[in-house]
């Protein structure tokens, strides 16, 4: 059984920073493919970044240059740092693993942008 667990959210004043983390149980981490989601009152889902089990990223154009996803495979667990935040980023943040065509979730974590 996968678990994921995201942390790292809160709230923060535009223009800062923040770093959220997925930690994933299970030994298949390394193949995943892990996502980052995010969705606000009312609003879709959005995939806002992606990193496969080679390390190639790709990001929604919403997030691209303020930013980065990355992953320890050493410690099962997929990080999204997010720079410059801006009230709109303001979003329960979720992760998803994709591995063996089976999709599988986290419970998410708050992110509000406020002054």
């Known amino acids: 059984q996968v678990q994921l667990v995201e942390s790292g959210g809160g709230m923060v004043q535009p223009g800062g920073s923040l770093r959220l983390s997925c930690a994933a149980s299970g030994t298949i981490f390394s193949i995943a493919t892990m996502d980052w989601y995010r969705q606000a009152p009312g609003k879709q889902r959005e995939l806002i970044a992606t990193?496969?089990?080679?390390?190639?990223?790709n990001y929604a154009d919403s997030v691209k240059g303020r930013s980065t996803i990355s992953r320890d495979n050493a410690e099962n667990t997929v990080y999204l740092q997010m720079n410059s935040l801006k009230p709109e980023d303001t979003a329960v943040y979720c992760c998803?693993?994709?591995?063996?065509?089976?999709?599988?979730w986290g419970q998410g974590t708050q992110v509000t942008v406020s002054s």
């Open positions: 998803r693993m994709v591995v063996f065509a089976s999709h599988y």
């Open positions: 990193i496969t089990g080679d390390g190639s990223t």
